[in-house]
């Protein structure tokens, strides 16, 4: 069964919903077109030069990313700069490039839990719970000719995602009634004539920070002049699934309580880390632990009122070792590199599962060049 960039977005979309990006993130398609149609599929942290170079090389057609090519608005893209020439060698070799950042980060089974379960936590929590997001009921009206077609829209734009779900919808017959004035182009019906139309009412559940947008791609499968819709906003009556662990961070415990230093030497073994930067008293016994996949100086405060006696997580500063020793607390600093990389042959893993199940024969591989940029002498 053949594929495009758009039907493996869709299946990214059902692992780590771009909804739940950060909103100064920029998450999702950096490079290439929905249309383009996909053979071979790699997973990688970083879009480098030297990946983006080897992977086109390989006659990849989707590079899926953790970290995005496009941070900030570009003015212009400059092929002499180390973001022009990625983008410009990417649309020669017709490579798109994606993205899933915070929001692999935050849903459930994410960056951070796998992280966490690595070193041998359990019950977990969000450190950070995420905002809870804004749900709205869209309802759209179509002649019943057009409903599958409205339907393949609205999906496609993103529409129905429910905890674990996509492609959710409901559906039920009617009658509609309208009448054109005399300015009116009608798809069907006299002008200043009152026509009775079989139509199907089709009703799905859009993310706020989408909802715009796919109204108006949907408008461009709908036949009718003006579109007949319904925006109805859903109140949080009940728990979204998974809540508690669906944020930045994670906080777990331990089987056994251990010292810090030895805590700290477990790691570096499970990660196969040659080294960690260590702040506390090394005898401090350690139960309660907090985690951060990546950068995770801005959650110190979180961290503080976690309880938890140990922080582990990347690129730590001095005044965060410093703030730790004065709250009788400790802090792992395992790195950007090592905290993050373990997502890449998971994501990969997970993608081809989804891939088997759809009925896409479709070759995912994990990138096998990147190494931390930092090294120890």
Sequence with gaps: MPATISDIINLIESIAPSFLAEEWDNVGLQVGQKDWPVRTIQVALDPLPDVVAAACSDGVDLLITHHPLIFHSLKSIDSSTPVGSIISMAIRHRMAIFAAHTNLDKVVDGVNDVLARRIGLKDLKALKKD??????KLVVYAPVEYELKILDALFKAGAGKIGAYTCCSFRNDGKGTFMPGPSAKPFVGELDDISHIDEVRIETVVQKNDLGRIIEDVKKSHPYETMAYDVYQLLPYENVPN???????????LENSIGLASFASEIKKSLGIKSIKVAGKPDMLVKKVAVCAGSGSSLMDNFFSSKAQVYITGDLRYHDARA??????????????????LIVEILAQRLKTLLVKAGIDIEVKACGLETDPFFIL
Excluded: C, M, N
């Design 131 to 136: 905002r809870e997001s804004e749900a709205y």
């Design 324 to 341: 730790a020793e004065a709250a009788r607390v400790g802090l792992i600093d395992i790195g950007h590199f090592a905290s993050e990389h």
């Design 243 to 253: 809540e508690k662990t669906q944020g930045l961070g994670r906080i777990g415990e």
